[in-house]
């Protein structure tokens, strides 16, 4: 790797600059071995080795790589290939990238694992990953279910519900928008409730209703204006789409549900088994 540390720098100097050192460079390592043949690309080569980097935690989040010049000579590629490695990593949502004074390539946060495989608030999960869970109320009006919700929420066309739009935070970060839908009939008054909470535990205190499974789809989806602007991101920016509509232990639906998430910043994940029962 070019410029490897040694023994020219003071302890003093080295601990004041390690923060914004390199990354790859705080050790003395060879570069992967790159393959150039039919069925494989070096740039994607590249992306994987330094995923794989991130991943097991050799990279840490925060961490500055080394300038694009250097890197690609260390790979021994063109600056062109390695770009290319950095924006498919960026895309992924592993590494950021920054212009100006003091910028380069970073490695990224990790992002926030969503566990489909069991039922649980947002709030709830952020608290399982050590994070402080928030939200900011966008909106919080009565409406009349449209033809998806009334079908999801099973009632007439038309019957009224609650309609609660949120920019739910991790760490005082915007990392999606809600927008769920309640059956009137079911919880009145819950607009006048706090709603920066978690709304499951707000069903399940003040009116004895716990969602115990859900159906949700997810679908990749792009931000426009107003998701871009809400969450913080790039118009254009990768999101996942996830609408769900969740039922009581007795069947009954309590909520219809579209949220947008972040895609840099969230990961879902499933469980799967031969039976149902071995999860």
Not at 70 to 92: K, N
Not at 154 to 183: C, N, T, Y
Request: charged share 25%; aromatic share 4%.
């Amino acid at each position: 790797m070019p410029r490897q540390p040694g023994g020219r720098r003071s302890t003093a100097r080295s601990a004041r600059r390690s923060a914004s050192r390199p990354a790859l460079e705080t050790n003395a390592r060879t570069p992967p071995k790159i393959v150039r043949g039919p069925g494989t690309t070096v740039h994607s080569q590249i992306e994987d080795w330094l995923a794989g980097e991130i991943t097991v935690g050799a990279l840490r989040p925060g961490e500055r790589l080394p300038t694009e010049q250097d890197l690609a000579a260390w790979f021994g590629v063109s600056r062109m290939t390695l770009r290319h490695a950095l924006g498919e990593l960026a895309r992924r949502g592993l590494v950021t990238r920054a212009v100006g004074r003091g910028g380069g390539t970073f490695v990224a946060e990790p992002k926030l694992e969503q566990d489909l495989t069991t039922l649980a608030g947002f709030s709830e999960q952020l608290r399982r990953h050590g994070m402080v869970a928030g939200a900011r109320v966008l909106t919080a009006a009565g409406r009349q279910a449209g033809p998806a919700a009334a079908a999801a929420l099973r009632l007439r066309e038309g019957d009224p519900v609650h309609e609660i739009r949120r920019i739910r935070l991790a760490d005082g970060k915007p990392i999606a928008v809600e927008h769920s839908l309640f059956p009137a009939v079911l919880f009145p008054e819950m607009l006048q409730c706090r709603l920066d909470g978690s709304l499951y535990e707000l069903l399940e205190t003040r009116y004895g209703q716990r969602p115990h499974r859900a159906r949700e789809s997810l679908e990749p989806v792009t931000a426009g204006v107003r998701e871009a602007e809400a969450l913080e991101v790039a118009e254009g920016a990768p999101l996942m789409l996830v609408e769900r509509t969740a039922y009581a232990r007795d069947g009954q639906p309590l909520e219809f549900a579209r949220d947008l998430f972040r895609g840099d910043r969230t990961r879902p994940i499933v469980w799967t088994s031969e039976l149902a029962g071995d999860l």
